[in-house]
């Protein structure tokens, strides 16, 4: 099981990007899709999340900025970010808990991660 982002790069403030994971291997379910950030010196830290009937959650540092969707038929989750800060600078972590041939229960899966680099 995979999960590949892609997406990151350099933008000024003000300026968006998309970034997109999609998982890909022996799934049988997936439930929530989610993206994370981290900088260095501080916990890796939820951005957004969806659930597997759409209902969404964010950070109050992103709300009404950045919008979390997902393909189901694609495997994939979205993470379209406007406005950014370079507040948002950071590694972008895509995971997702899902239900995997020949294991028991779900477990959550992590992609590597993407980064975004916001310039003032």
């Known amino acids: 099981v995979q999960l590949q982002a892609s997406g990151g790069g350099l933008v000024q403030a003000g300026g968006s990007l998309t970034l997109a994971c999609a998982a890909s291997g022996s799934i049988v379910g997936i439930k929530d899709m989610a993206w994370y950030r981290q900088v260095p010196g501080k916990l890796r830290e939820s951005v957004a999340a969806?659930?597997?009937?759409?209902?969404?959650q964010y950070a109050d540092s992103v709300k009404g900025r950045f919008t979390i969707s997902r393909d189901n038929a694609k495997n994939t989750v979205y993470l379209q970010m406007n406005s950014l800060e370079p507040e948002d600078t950071g590694v972008y972590y895509c995971?997702?808990?899902?239900?995997?041939?020949?294991?028991?229960?779900?477990?959550?899966?992590w992609g590597q991660g993407t980064q975004v680099t916001v310039s003032s």
């Open positions: 995971s997702s808990v899902m239900i995997v041939r020949y294991v028991a229960g779900t477990q959550r899966y």
């Open positions: 969806i659930s597997a009937g759409g209902a969404t």
